[in-house]
């Protein structure tokens, strides 16, 4: 299977020093890759590198075989690759649909194609709870609600890959489900999708694989379901996890 993302030595930082140093990692077509790690080990540092609101010092992201570490954001987009920030992720000021008409209109501007409904039946089925609300302003919506504008936003452009940062947080547990059936729905559709999840076990069923950081590195790689039957997942991503308690075929790649 080909990779539809590649990391390689990938350095970046926000002062002096760099907060990544050298992150190794693949996303595999079709695939589901979910990073976890303690906090502060780079993980967001690591989603703004990739979508472009941070510079690449060295090293290469290389998406459907091309470089795109020198793109902008927005060009990033155009190339194939969405991005679902952590917060601030929808116009609250603006109703559900102008979100989803900026969205489309910004961000795809010399990719989509003719605009016709603001969701496909695709999307509306996978977002339910969006149709009926198009003139609602966003700041009213619940916050899975909001989470789910902001999903929807993302796939407006039909991306290659989508590029989540902790989409569960704050989240009340029927709205996690509903988020990670979601994720799973989306990737079924043929998106590949790299995610960073704090609820660790949650991301992990709808995973196949599963990336470990820790100080700016990446500290394991392995399939999701084996790190699932690892009795020291909780020191995983706790970051207190020792190299020979990494099961053999979990070798970083
Ligand atoms: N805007 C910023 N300016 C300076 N340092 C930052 C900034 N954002 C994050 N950092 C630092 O970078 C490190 C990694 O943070 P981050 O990537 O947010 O970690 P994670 O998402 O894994 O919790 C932390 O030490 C954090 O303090
Ligand atoms: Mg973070």
Redesign the pocket.
């Known amino acids: 299977m080909s990779n539809v993302l590649e990391v390689q030595g990938l350095h970046a930082g926000?002062?002096a020093g760099d907060?990544l140093k050298g992150v190794e990692l693949t996303v595999a077509e079709g695939s589901v890759v979910t990073i976890i790690?303690?906090?502060?080990?780079?993980?967001?540092?690591?989603v703004k590198t990739l979508t472009g609101l941070l510079r690449t010092r060295q090293g290469d992201i290389v998406l459907k075989g091309k470089s795109v570490k020198d793109l902008s954001p927005p060009e990033r987009v155009r190339a194939g690759m969405s991005y679902v920030p952590q917060e601030y992720n929808v116009f609250r000021n603006l109703t559900v649909l102008e979100n989803l008409q900026i969205a489309h209109e910004f961000m795809s501007a010399g990719r989509g194609g003719k605009r016709g409904k603001p969701l496909s039946d695709e999307m509306e089925a996978l977002f339910p709870e969006l149709p009926s609300r198009y003139k609602a302003l966003a700041g009213n919506l619940s916050g899975g609600q909001r989470q789910m504008l902001a999903f929807a936003c993302a796939l407006t452009v039909k991306p290659e890959v989508l590029v989540m940062d902790e989409p569960s947080a704050g989240l009340s547990p029927k709205y996690m489900t509903d988020i990670f059936d979601c994720v799973k729905r989306v990737n079924e559709m043929g998106v590949s999708v790299l995610m960073?999840e704090q609820n660790a076990i949650e991301a992990l069923r709808i995973s196949h694989r599963c990336i470990v950081?820790a100080n700016g590195r990446v500290r394991l790689a392995s399939d999701a379901a084996a790190v699932l039957g690892m009795r020291e997942l909780q020191s995983l991503y706790l970051g207190d996890v020792k190299e020979a308690e990494a099961p053999a075929s979990a070798a970083a790649g």
Not at 37 to 46: A, E, R, V, Y
């Open positions: 926000y002062g907060i790690g303690p906090n502060g080990s780079g993980k967001s540092t690591l960073v950081m």
